[in-house]
Each structure stands twice: as structure tokens, then as C-alpha cells.
């Protein structure tokens, strides 16, 4: 037989991968070619602007109302979990489910509509969620049990950022967010120790205890008693008897506590000296290369030279 070389074989699989989002794309192309057609480009863009923007009552309306359609429909999803609610209301929880998907499936496509980059609408992060939230009630026609995924529909929650007007959090949660990505080399670095000296005590403690505590009956019981010793969780299922593994243990305990201060003081540094940067910086992500970080007078992309978008909601 024939062998494919490693190339081509990598080669295979990145056009599988792609093969679902290029349908994705030429679904959503066609279903909006096919409405283009049908709808006068006024009444197109003063959807737009109802859609995908707060600045108007029609727009605040539209979204306000979503929210408390996505917040029912969350609801109603973990009560139908309840045994007592589900044997009794079964039938009103699935009008319900298919109410809330019918319109959720209407909205999602009215969005693709109106967006003025449909294909970059549906495989953004929000067009993604929005359309896994509506797949579970669809699919659990074939399968049974989807339909509990529908409690993804509680991350569409996170526009509410934009109706709100609270746009400064999201500059905040860029500040922790870069704060974590720097640090991410020195909390690889503990994670590494902590494992590290979790495998060592846990195997000193099987020495110790192993042949007088049945619950040390091998050395991952151990290590898992260490790890659970080393977090300050806690659990008390497997405790040392001999003088030797308590003190051993306390130790541990008291290891623990130090353990737990070096990561919380990593992330705090970086945040602190990245909040005395924030009046001269800003989060705003670049539309062409992703930089996050620019100066807030910047207009362009200090990476790149690309326009920074001053409306993010339009370039949906």
C-alpha cells in the first residue's frame, strides 16, 4: 500500500477541520443572497441598526427584551432537571422549548440578514453561541438528552456589556486577561513545582504509612492525598495514623498556605503594573492582526497600521 507522506497527511486533516466552518460559510452566504433579494436595502439597514446597535429606543427594546427571553428560557431549562417539575410539567416545558428555539432560530436569522459580513458574523464567538444554543432542541428530534445543552444560551447574556453601556468593564477584564497571559510562563513554572512536590510527599507518605493505614493502599492514593493537603482542601477521607506521617502532614498543611500566596502574588504584579498603564493605554482588539493593547489617542494599529474600529457592533 501506498504510504502518505506527513505533509500531506497534516495537509488532509487541516481541510477537515475547515470543511464544517467553509459550510457554515456557504450556507449563510446563500440564505442571505436569496433574502438580499426580497427585502428593499432600507429597510435591511435600519434592521442593522435595530440589530446590532443600543443607540436607538427600537434597538435598546429589541435587546432588553431578548435578555429576558434568554433568561426564561435558562430557567426553564434547570427546573425541567427537577424531578418533581418534570413529571408534572413535561408537556409545558416542551411548548416552552420549542417557543423560546423558534424564536432564538428566528433571531439567529434575522442576524445573518443584516450583518454586514454574515460569514464573519456566524463564526464569531457570539454567532457560534448563538447557534448552539438553538442545535440541542433539533438535534434531541434524533437523540435523546441534547436538549439539556441548551443552558448555553445563558452565555448570550454577555451582551449585556453592550446594552448596559458598560464597555469600561470590558477594558477591566482586558487588563486581567493580558495579566494572566503574561504570567502564564511563571504559573507554568509553579503548577510544574506544585506537581512535583505533590508526587514527592505522596510517595514518602506511602513509605511511611503503607503498612499500618489501609487507606495509603498505594502510591497514587497518596500523591491524591497530597494534592488534596498541599490546596487546603481538605477532604479528611484519608488521614495519616503513624507520628511520623502526622507530622509529615503538618508540614503539608502548613506548606499549603505558602503555596497558595505565590500565584495570587504573580497575577497581582502584573495587574498592578498594567493598571498604572491603563490611562495610557486601552483595550481595543485590531480587526486585522489582533493586537489588544494601543494608546488611546491611537486611530491605527501600532502592529499593523489597520484602522481601529470605533464602533465594534457594526463591524458585525
Known amino acids: ?121 456566524a463564526t464569531s464567538f457570539f454567532g457560534l453561541v448563538d447557534l448552539l444554543s438553538i442545535m440541542p ?7 435523546s438528552g441534547p436538549q439539556h445543552l441548551l443552558v448555553i444560551r445563558i452565555l448570550r447574556l454577555l451582551r449585556v456589556f453592550r ?6 468593564f470590558v477594558n477591566e477584564g482586558g487588563v486581567v486577561v493580558n495579566a494572566l497571559r503574561a ?48 490546596t487546603t482542601v481538605g477532604y479528611g477521607d484519608i488521614t495519616p495514623v503513624t507520628p511520623l506521617g502526622q507530622f509529615l502532614a503538618a508540614a503539608v498543611m502548613i506548606l499549603g498556605y505558602g503555596i497558595i500566596a505565590v500565584p495570587t502574588g504573580i497575577v497581582t504584579a502584573e495587574i498592578s503594573s498594567r493598571v498604572m498603564n491603563l490611562k495610557e493605554f486601552k483595550f481595543q482588539r485590531c480587526p486585522s492582526c489582533g493586537t489588544s493593547e494601543h494608546y488611546r489617542t491611537a486611530r491605527y494599529c501600532h502592529h499593523c497600521g489597520h484602522l481601529l474600529s470605533t464602533n465594534d457592533n457594526l463591524s458585525a
Open 1 to 121: 500500500m501506498r504510504r502518505i507522506s506527513r505533509n500531506k497527511a497534516i495537509k488532509w486533516i487541516q481541510l477537515v477541520g475547515r470543511l464544517p466552518v467553509w459550510l457554515l460559510g456557504r450556507v449563510v452566504y446563500t440564505l442571505h443572497n436569496f433574502l438580499d433579494r426580497r427585502v428593499p436595502q432600507t429597510t435591511r439597514e435600519r434592521l442593522r441598526i435595530i440589530v446590532f446597535r443600543t443607540d436607538t429606543r427600537e434597538g435598546l427594546l429589541f435587546d432588553t427584551v431578548l435578555f429576558v427571553l434568554i433568561v426564561a428560557s435558562v430557567i426553564v431549562v434547570i427546573l425541567e432537571t427537577v424531578a418533581h417539575f418534570h413529571d408534572r410539567f413535561w408537556w409545558f416545558f416542551f411548548v416552552l422549548e420549542w417557543v423560546f428555539t423558534i424564536i432564538f432560530t428566528l433571531e439567529y436569522l434575522l442576524r445573518l440578514y443584516v450583518a454586514r459580513y454574515p460569514v464573519r458574523y
Open 137 to 143: 432542541t433539533y438535534l434531541s428530534l434524533f437523540y
Open 163 to 168: 446594552v448596559f453601556k458598560l464597555g469600561h
Open 183 to 230: 504570567s502564564r510562563a511563571k504559573i507554568f513554572v509553579f503548577l510544574s513545582f506544585v506537581l512535583l512536590v505533590s508526587v514527592v510527599i505522596g510517595a514518602m507518605l506511602y513509605m511511611v504509612e503503607g503498612g499500618h493505614n489501609p487507606a495509603f493502599s498505594s502510591m497514587p492514593k497518596g500523591i491524591y492525598w497530597a494534592i488534596v493537603t498541599l
